[in-house]
């Protein structure tokens, strides 16, 4: 498994931007997907967005797509989550999450597909 460590949230009023940060220690980095989750109080763990190894393949929730960028440094062990035209609706704990398992990007939404989780970040949206 892959420790992995959120940073980057906070808060940020409608319309601004953010940038998450998810550090990876303890494995090769390069051979896990990452993905990126978020749970909004009284919510259910939803899928945000996730990249392959290399970065070839990505996916976005409907809600994000068109605002956020998700983006890998393979040499650095970090992948980022870039959080633009922010909405009240996007507060949540923000986790990356990775897997070492080859998934498809059609399993990259399910978050049983993931073996590795942060501690997440909290993202807050003022409106």
């Known amino acids: 498994q892959v420790l992995l460590v959120e940073s980057g949230g906070g808060l940020v009023q409608a319309g601004g931007s953010l940038r998450l940060s998810c550090a990876a220690s303890g494995s090769t980095f390069r051979n896990y997907a990452m993905g990126w989750f978020r749970q909004a109080s009284g919510k259910e763990r939803e899928f945000v967005a996730a990249?392959?190894?290399?970065?070839?393949?990505?996916r976005y929730a409907d809600s994000v797509k068109g605002r956020f960028t998700i983006s890998r440094n393979n040499a650095k062990n970090t992948v980022y989550l870039q959080m633009n035209s922010l909405k009240p609706e996007d507060a949540a704990v923000y986790y990356c999450?990775?897997?070492?398992?080859?998934?498809?990007?059609?399993?990259?939404?399910?978050?049983?597909?993931?073996?590795?989780w942060g501690q997440g970040t909290q993202v807050t949206v003022s409106s």
């Open positions: 990249i392959s190894q290399i970065g070839l393949n990505t």
């Open positions: 999450a990775a897997s070492e398992p080859f998934i498809t990007t059609a399993q990259f939404m399910d978050a049983r597909n993931y073996d590795s």
